[in-house]
């Protein structure tokens, strides 16, 4: 019996570097994927195009009205102070 124990000893000895070289080469796979997920994510470009789809997205939803308001008081706004450096 002490024989069997040492021989698939010896078994798992053999295949254990095979294993753990594609250990290895899984997780060297998977941290490259993790930093190429992180370098997509705080990559200024894309940083950028996710601010202006979300602020799209929250200005298409307000009513036309209001929108139309807003920017109405802000070209007033902008207008007035032209105005006013202007006329100094």
């Known amino acids: ?3 069997t124990d040492i021989e698939t000893k010896g078994a798992e000895s053999a295949s254990a ?5 594609s ?3 899984r997780t060297r ?7 190429d997920e992180i370098a997509d994510r705080v990559s ?4 950028v195009r996710r601010t ?12 036309p009205r209001v929108g139309g308001a807003v ?3 802000a070209v007033s706004v902008t207008c007035f102070f032209i ?5 100094k």
Do not use: Y
């Open 1 to 3: 019996m002490a024989e």
């Open 29 to 35: 796979a998977d941290l490259a994927k993790t930093i």
């Open 17 to 21: 570097p095979g294993e753990l070289v």
């Open 71 to 73: 920017a109405l008081a």
């Open 52 to 63: 202006t789809e979300v602020a799209m997205e929250r200005i298409s939803q307000v009513d």
């Open 83 to 87: 105005w006013r450096k202007l006329r």
């Open 23 to 25: 250990d290895i080469e």
């Open 44 to 47: 200024p470009r894309n940083v």
